[in-house]
């Protein structure tokens, strides 16, 4: 008996040791894996030569992670400074991830975005999912070829010679939300420009895309519509960082995952509600059309039915994206034009001294030409514009050189604005907020200012953007001169401080302002 237990404990021990000697076989082996595929990736990286942090040339995670908090702008710029340039190549070109370089140099932007560069934009970022290709709009389109058609549609809309018949909306709104902001001052010592310039904008957007207005600035708050689709902008970090977790998103418990399950729901209640109004419009164009407010689409839209290619979906599509790309955008350059110009008193005297000789009932014709005013809203583009973030373009098939450093075909090549608009050559002290810097602009300068993106894919809104932001700004500092940031409520300098998420966004989300008495 007791021999048979010596040996049933020998063959346990024996078989608890070659279990051990297998685990730490298959751990040694998983370590020799590891290391061979880091020297491969580090002697076949077709990157190698890009300057960056070692990690990253194994994984992009920190990045991502930087860029759920708002922080990869900044992460990004920082390593420009560091790894900018060497002694083989100059031009600031860094790595960010495996496959993935960041571009700070205004030329070698100039060559990413240019016409016929090859460069696409990144679909993983501008969110064409599978299946959905058919919902493409012109922000979103990936195809050249779909995109140029697009264009050419719609370019009249936005055109310069058609701001005219979109002035009457942009100047009512603007008035309102002025008088609503006033309103506010005297009721509670204070007023959040950042909320009423999301509604004006918002407003105006509505209004031209739909025919009539969502009315928030009357109200005063979003409506359902409004935060639905920031409730879907809310995810663009996520959709950025991980573009995975939302194509698993559908799979995920709705309970477990309110989050996930609440932007479904958001993103058919814009869908429908689009589709309502686009059709209430198009049936009104029909039965009415002397009735009907002039919308961008006027000169698309004959007899209630959308012509030259554009079908009624086509155009609501199309609306979705510009209340997207045409509402945070305008209304965070302006709460930051009017944050620059409160704290600078030699700014806001030269500004006050040029907008005192407007008429009361002054245009965008009287605003247009004004030498400090423009002056101010460039330096605001520069400064606080709100696209500072990366924008992603994925490298032509074939590979291509750039600033000097081969780049293989697919590479994730970005720009970002936040390091463009700060290129020391081009804009001595950069940090500083100094309008005086466009009275007579150097050639460099206006290279390295593109707050409208370059190129085919750039800002289709530019025109409407740059009357609404004239408009604004002259109205608000004509009403309220003594502006001010207030730190009632407990507003801190700290909440203004950017936080970018592609846009850029006052860490706060509020910007109180308060007049001197
Ligand atoms: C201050 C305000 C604005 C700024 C700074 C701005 C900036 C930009 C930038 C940088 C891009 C290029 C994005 C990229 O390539 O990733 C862009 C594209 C676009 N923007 Fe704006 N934008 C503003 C206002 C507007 C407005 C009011 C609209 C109007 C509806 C608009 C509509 C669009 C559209 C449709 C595109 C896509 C164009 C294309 O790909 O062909 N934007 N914008």
Redesign the pocket.
């Known amino acids: 008996m007791a021999i048979l237990d010596s040996v049933k404990a020998v063959h346990s021990d024996l078989l608890s040791t070659i279990a051990g000697v297998k685990l730490a076989g298959l751990a040694w082996a998983l370590i020799a894996v590891f290391v061979l595929w880091s020297i491969c990736a580090i002697i076949f990286d077709p990157l190698r030569s890009v300057p960056g942090p070692f990690l990253l040339r194994f994984t992009n995670l920190p990045v991502r992670l930087r860029l759920l908090k708002g922080t990869k702008a900044h992460y990004v710029h920082a390593l420009h400074a560091k790894y900018g340039t060497n002694q083989v190549h100059s031009g600031p070109i860094v790595r960010v991830g495996p496959r993935e370089v960041d571009v700070s140099d205004p030329a070698g932007a100039r060559e990413i ?1 240019g016409a016929r560069s090859g460069f696409l ?1 990144d679909p993983n ?2 969110f064409v999912a599978k299946g959905m290709e058919s919902l493409r ?5 990936i195809d050249p070829a779909f ?1 140029a058609q ?2 050419r549609l ?1 370019g009249p809309c ?1 055109a310069e010679a058609n701001m005219v018949n979109l002035e009457p909306t942009v100047l009512e709104r603007a008035r309102l939300a002025v008088v609503k902001m006033g309103e506010d001052l005297r009721v509670h010592g204070n007023t959040d420009v950042l909320k009423w310039w999301t509604l004006f ?1 918002m407003d ?2 509505s209004e ?2 739909f025919g009539q207005s969502f009315h928030m600035l009357e109200v005063g708050k979003k409506t359902q519509y409004a935060t639905d689709i920031a409730e879907m902008g809310a995810m663009l970090p996520l959709r950025g960082a991980f573009p995975w977790v939302i194509s698993m998103a559908k799979y995920l418990p709705p309970r477990l995952f309110p989050f996930f399950h609440n932007v479904a729901m958001s993103r058919q209640r814009v869908v429908a509600y689009s589709k309502a109004r686009m059709r209430e419009y198009l049936q009104l164009v029909e039965h009415n059309p002397s009735a009907v407010k002039r919308t ?1 689409f006027a000169h698309l839209v004959k007899g209630g039915t959308t012509g030259m290619g554009l079908s009624e979906e086509d155009v609501t599509v ?1 609306s979705q ?3 997207t ?3 945070d ?2 209304a ?3 709460t930051y034009l009017i944050y620059a110009v409160s704290r600078d008193e030699q700014v806001r005297k030269k500004l006050l001294e040029e907008l005192r000789g407007l008429p009361d009932d002054f245009t965008d014709r009287h605003v247009r030409d004004l030498p400090y005013l423009n002056c101010v809203i460039e330096e605001t ?1 520069r400064v606080w ?3 500072q973030g990366a ?3 994925i490298a032509p098939a074939q590979g291509t050189t750039l600033l000097g450093y081969r780049i293989p075909g697919g590479t994730v090549v970005s720009t970002q ?1 936040y390091s463009i608009h700060k290129d020391p050559e081009a804009f001595p002290n950069p940090l500083v907020f100094d309008p005086s810097r466009w009275e007579n602009p150097t050639k460099e300068a206006k290279a390295a200012l ?4 370059i190129g ?7 025109n ?3 009357m ?2 004239r408009l604004c700004s002259a109205m608000f500092f004509r009403a309220f001169p003594s502006a001010k940031l207030s730190y009632r409520a407990g507003m801190t300098d700290e909440e203004m401080q950017p936080e970018i998420n ?1 846009l850029l966004m006052p860490k706060g989300h509020r910007c109180l302002i308060e007049v001197e008495e």
């Open positions: 975005h934009k970022f501008y709009s012109v922000f979103s389109a995109h697009r264009r719609l936005f904008a105006v957007i031209l895309c961008l199309e994206s510009y209340i790309a045409g509402t955008t305008t965070v350059t302006l583009l514009g709100a696209t924008m992603p373009r604005n593109m707050p409208f993106g085919p894919r750039n800002c289709l809104g530019l409407l953007a740059k609404e932001l592609f």
